[in-house]
């Protein structure tokens, strides 16, 4: 059983900065492309950031420059780091660990239930 358990989220001012955190249980995190995902309600989730197992990133436009993705193997965690948030940056955070074969066919895919981001002033 694999769990993902987000924290770290709140409200913050225009401007300010807030650090994501996700813990996962299992034996997969280390085989796993992690990401952040965000979702505003009546809207598609989309892709913040993802951080390979050699550790190469990839940023939404929106957010680079500003949010910064990272892991650590030894504690299976996953922060990402967000500075100069604005209003647009408001949504719920979900992260995610999923993998791929060589063909392209799902291995897994897993999500953990979210952390409301609130910008505001």
């Known amino acids: 059983q694999v769990q993902l358990v987000e924290s770290g989220g709140g409200l913050v001012q225009p401007g300010g900065s807030l650090r994501l955190s996700c813990v996962a249980s299992?034996?997969?995190?280390?085989?796993?492309?992690m990401g952040w995902y965000r979702q505003v309600p009546g809207t598609q989730r989309e892709l913040v950031a993802t951080i390979t197992i050699g550790r190469n990133t990839k940023y939404a436009d929106s957010v680079k420059g500003r949010f910064t993705i990272s892991r650590n193997n030894a504690e299976n965690t996953v922060p990402l780091q967000m500075n100069n948030l604005n209003p647009e940056d408001t949504a719920v955070y979900y992260c995610?660990?999923?993998?791929?074969?060589?063909?392209?066919?799902?291995?897994?895919?897993?999500w953990g239930q979210g952390t409301q981001v609130t910008v505001s002033s």
């Open positions: 299992g034996s997969i995190f280390s085989r796993s492309l």
């Open positions: 995610n660990a999923a993998q791929r074969n060589v063909a392209g066919d799902k291995l897994w895919d897993y």
